[in-house]
């Protein structure tokens, strides 16, 4: 079992449409990343939690630390939201802090 | 501001050549944290450097190094390369050490083993 689950895989949307996607982990961390990759490779940092909830235009992220939950939603969403979207946790393993990444989600919305 | 700016951004190696990766990032930012993706195993983390110290390191074997300068850009070095190194290389700057900050992503350099 990987530490960090994501789901769904895949998903597509038409443009307008509520979006959540979610991230449990299963050991404890220090901090949770949200990235956006779009093709050609560029990673983008949409939020970084340690707890409660951020919200940045449009993007909406959440973190439950007592179930190991994340998630992020995305208002009106639009064409220009179709990317790769992964979750990345800071945790502490044989004495020494990485990033843990899941295997991110595939967003498609339609027009 | 400049962004995170990684070199080459494309190259092509033979098994058994070593390679080696620059990453500088944005001015100000004292952390460099290096990544492999390839489309199996999905982002993984390499090592992370602060102040011109490796602080964390990845599971990843002894031919995978790195090293970073007093102007905080970092090297990575992959000596002895395998086919399976075929990857898109990502590095990472912050300000703190990566868990403490948001981290700013270079476009990645692309390898290919042959």
């Known amino acids: 079992k990987n530490e960090v689950e994501q789901s769904p895989q895949n998903l597509t949307a038409q443009e307008g449409e509520f979006i959540t996607i979610n991230c449990s982990y299963s050991?404890?961390?220090?901090?949770l990343h949200w990235l956006q990759q779009h093709p050609g490779g560029g990673i983008v940092s949409l939020f970084m939690l340690s707890s409660g909830k951020k919200k940045h235009g449009r993007l909406i992220a959440t973190i439950n630390i007592q179930e190991k939950h994340s998630s992020l939603h995305i208002t009106a969403s639009h064409p220009r939201d179709s990317a790769v979207y992964i979750c990345?946790?800071?945790?502490?393993?044989?004495?020494?802090?990485?990033?843990?990444f899941g295997k991110g989600t595939k967003l498609t919305v339609n027009p | 501001k400049a962004g995170v700016t990684q070199t080459p951004r494309y190259l092509i190696k033979t098994r058994g050549q070593q390679v080696t990766l620059s990453c500088s990032p944005i001015s100000g930012h004292r952390s460099v944290s290096w990544y492999q993706q390839t489309p199996g195993q999905g982002l993984q983390f390499l090592f992370e450097y602060f102040s011109e110290t490796q602080r964390n390191k990845g599971n990843f074997p002894g031919r995978f190094s790195g090293r970073q300068f007093s102007n905080s850009r970092s090297e990575m070095n992959v000596s002895t390369l395998e086919l399976g190194d075929s990857a898109l290389y990502l590095c990472?700057?912050?300000?703190?050490?990566?868990?403490?900050?948001?981290?700013?992503f270079g476009e990645g350099s692309r390898l290919t083993v042959l």
């Open positions: 050991v404890g961390i220090s901090a």
């Open positions: 990472a700057s912050g300000i703190g050490p990566s868990g403490t900050g948001e981290l700013f």
């Open positions: 990345a946790v800071r945790v502490l393993q044989g004495g020494s802090e990485k990033l843990v």
